[in-house]
């Protein structure tokens, strides 16, 4: 299963690269990090539009964008069932010891930490989202975590708040839940050069413009901060469905000239983006955590923010103002904040958030809940059905129910096509060539088995051939395995 004390670990989330988003950015730094320190990392995640099979980023990190679509909010559709083979496929081909689901409303996560638990996998959950309890679609979702939750080994929150909310909504006991919060990748997110000029005050929103981030909020703040301070300018990155209401304000205002509506912003240009402004403006309904204040606090920018969640946990009382989440508080709030620049040093604000977060220390951290997590015992199926009793007087009998189904189908799969007929994938290691220069550049890549491959140095990411990955199934392994897995099939060996 690999060196001693090193894990393999299987990484699942609807939300990952090509999106853009704090959960994608989570999964791809700790990732990396956790390679650095010697661990395997496979990451899972949906197809996006072409963007499909095995992919190869960064340091190795493999990548299997398997063929379910996205139906709604980047989610794919729940099927229970659907993704029991192809999960079990990847567990046994990586040699996989750890799977590690994140985001709560990710339905891909739920289903593996599923069929990782009834093969007898230990499983850890990362939850980076707060949830209410009083609307329809949150009593959902919660019974939902309270069904994957109640068999899960351990479980991680970004924040004491966001600890304090999952135990109440999955009924978790309180030492099963580890507080580790997000960090920022400080090399990537420094300040400007130089410092700017404060004859122009420009106030950065980068965000999803959706309810949730406080899109409505911005519509009733930015005309009158913009009243107020006449040497106030808006820079709003980002888009979604409430995109339109802050061009219907900029419309009504005649602020055409004083905010700058940038739409969508990749990941790699959000420093360009607020190294260019002086406040960075929060106003997020709901936030576990929120990595876009870690990364504009390492660009050196003042932060205002709401006082929500677990924003108030993130970073110290001198370098955010907070403000309850109402138009009014949140302009006097901007406006303090614009009293305060005179005293805000962006240099030694970045330095301090080097010592502050970082994500080596996320990943060393992670590794301890993963040694605790395999210390612990795998429950027969009877105790772990009893849990599921505990869910609720009929959802845990349908939660008894489809355990038991996932169980017995994963029994048939067992016997139609026993573990050890899985053929395991050889393990890809990458080393910068000094002696050779291949026809692609000065990167190449080797196979346990001995397969060279080459790779362009510049090149982020690589398609391997599934033939190479997977080998030869023979004639008769191939009939048997497209009959099994259909599309799945497909997708995997070609």
């Given amino acids: 299963m690999g060196e001693p004390g090193k894990h393999r670990i299987l990484m699942v989330s609807d939300f990952f690269y090509p999106n853009f ?13 956790l390679i650095k320190e010697g661990h395997k990392v496979v990451v899972m995640t949906h197809a996006y539009q072409n963007r499909s099979g095995v992919r190869y980023m960064t340091n190795g990190l493999k990548v299997y964008y398997v063929p379910w679509k996205p139906f709604l909010m980047q989610n794919t559709l729940p099927t229970f069932f659907g993704t029991l083979s192809i999960t079990r496929t990847i567990l046994i081909r990586e040699k996989i010891s750890m799977v590690h689901g994140h985001q709560a409303f990710s339905t891909l996560c739920h289903e593996a930490l599923m069929h990782a638990r009834t093969m007898g996998y230990k499983v850890v959950f990362t939850d980076h989202s707060l949830y209410g309890f009083s609307d329809v679609g949150s009593i959902h979702m919660n019974k939902v975590l309270q069904f994957t939750l109640a068999d899960v080994t351990q479980a991680i929150c970004v924040s004491h708040t966001s600890k304090e909310n999952t135990v109440l909504r999955s009924g978790l006991p309180p030492e099963k839940v580890y507080v580790i919060p997000n960090a920022v990748d400080t090399a990537m997110f420094t300040p400007a050069p130089e410092r700017l000029s404060r004859d122009e005050i420009v106030i950065v929103v980068i965000s999803r413009l959706v309810y949730r981030k406080g899109t409505d909020l911005l519509v009733e703040v930015i005309p009158e901060v913009c009243r107020l301070h006449p040497n106030v300018r808006f820079i709003v990155g980002g888009d979604g469905p409430k995109r339109v209401r802050l061009e219907e304000m900029r419309e009504k205002h005649s602020l055409q000239d004083r905010v700058d509506m940038l739409g969508a912003v990749p990941h790699a240009k959000v420093r360009s983006v607020l190294i260019t402004g002086h406040i960075f403006l929060n106003s997020s309904l709901t ?16 932060t205002v923010s709401t006082r929500v969640g677990g924003v108030p946990e993130v970073l110290p009382d001198d370098m955010v103002v907070l403000a309850a989440p109402d138009p009014t508080t949140m302009v006097h709030a901007i406006t303090r904040a614009i009293y305060m620049l005179p005293q805000i040093d962006p240099q030694d604000m970045h330095n301090r958030m080097k010592k502050l977060y970082s994500w080596p220390d996320v990943a060393r951290r992670t590794e301890i809940v993963y040694n605790r997590a395999l210390k612990c015992s795998n429950p027969p199926l009877l105790d772990r059905l009893s849990r599921y009793l505990t869910c609720g007087t009929w959802a845990g009998k349908l939660f008894c129910i489809v355990m038991i189904v996932n169980f017995l189908l994963w029994r048939l799969l067992q016997l139609w096509q026993p573990d050890k007929d899985v053929e395991v994938v050889p393990d890809i290691q990458l080393w910068k060539s000094q002696h050779e220069e291949t026809p692609f550049g000065y990167f190449t890549i080797q196979t346990q088995s001995g397969i060279r491959l080459h790779r362009r140095k510049w090149f982020r990411m690589v398609l391997i051939a599934p033939r190479t990955i997977f080998g030869g199934l023979g004639t008769y392994g191939m009939l048997k395995w497209f009959f099994l897995f259909g599309a799945e099939h497909q997708y995997l060996c070609g």
């Fill in 21 to 33: 988003g704090g959960v994608e950015n989570h999964i791809y730094y700790l990732s990396q990090c």
């Fill in 287 to 302: 936030e576990a955590f929120c990595i876009a204040i870690l990364e504009a606090a390492s660009c050196g920018l003042l």
